[in-house]
T-cell receptor, first 115, second 114 residues
């Protein structure tokens, strides 16, 4: 079974803090994704990575950065957390090679509260 | 640009009743379509997907969906729901091109009552 794990289920941070959200997958997937989930908005893509050290902006990258130093690990960084970044953050991974192989597998999510 | 509209934000239904969750998409190119389910306090899990071929797609837990190209719809159905089907359901469309990116609808919360 594909396993995508996220470092924390719940996180509370103060405004202005630097926040790291970690995601690890154990199936040697090339692609990894970070989404933000908000009520009434569904999931919105923040960043994705298709290879080590490679990244692409998604639909809402402002205020976020990412790091992928190893294939299995994809980190989301909030350089200076703000209250409007309070949300559920979901990580996902998939194989490359087209949509036939590219089902995305999701982690359990990290609920971040910024006070 | 592709977009996904889920027409109902909440659907209440009694146990053993049929249910339909509606999804419409907009796209100028061929699409691949997905339904994901999110149980309380969990990540998303794939229910079913349409890639090509038969327009009626069967998924896990007794769910099925029908791809209708002329109406640009991909509605999810189950003939008889259980309490355990209570969850949030997301319709998604893949972007053409690489990297298997998905665009999600806003979600439909299905509440099954005894």
């Amino acid at each position: 079974d594909v396993k995508v794990t996220q470092s924390s289920r719940y996180l509370v941070k103060r405004t202005g803090e630097k926040v790291f959200l970690e995601c690890v997958q154990d199936m040697d997937h090339e692609n990894m994704f970070w989404y933000r989930q908000d009520p009434g908005l569904g999931l919105r893509l923040i960043y994705f990575s298709y290879d080590v050290k490679m990244k692409e902006k998604g639909d809402i990258p402002e205020g976020y950065s990412v790091s992928r130093e190893k294939k299995e690990r994809f980190s989301l960084i909030l350089e200076s957390a703000s209250t409007n970044q309070t949300s559920m953050y979901l990580c996902a991974s998939s194989l490359s090679g087209g949509i036939i192989r590219g089902e995305q597998y999701f982690g359990p999510g990290t609920r971040l509260t910024v006070t | 640009a592709q977009s996904v509209t889920q027409l109902d934000s909440q659907v209440p239904v009694f146990e053993e009743a049929p249910v339909e969750l509606r999804c419409n998409y907009s796209s100028s190119v061929s699409v691949y379509l997905f339904w994901y389910v999110q149980y309380p306090n969990q990540g998303l899990q794939l229910l079913l997907k349409y890639l090509s071929g038969s327009t009626l797609v069967k998924g896990i837990n007794g769910f099925e969906a029908e791809f209708n190209k002329s109406q640009t719809s991909f509605h999810l159905r189950k003939p008889s729901v259980h309490i355990s089907d209570t969850a949030e359901y997301f319709c998604a469309v893949s972007l053409s091109g690489g990297y298997n990116k998905l665009i999600f609808g806003a979600g439909t919360r299905l509440a099954v009552h005894p």
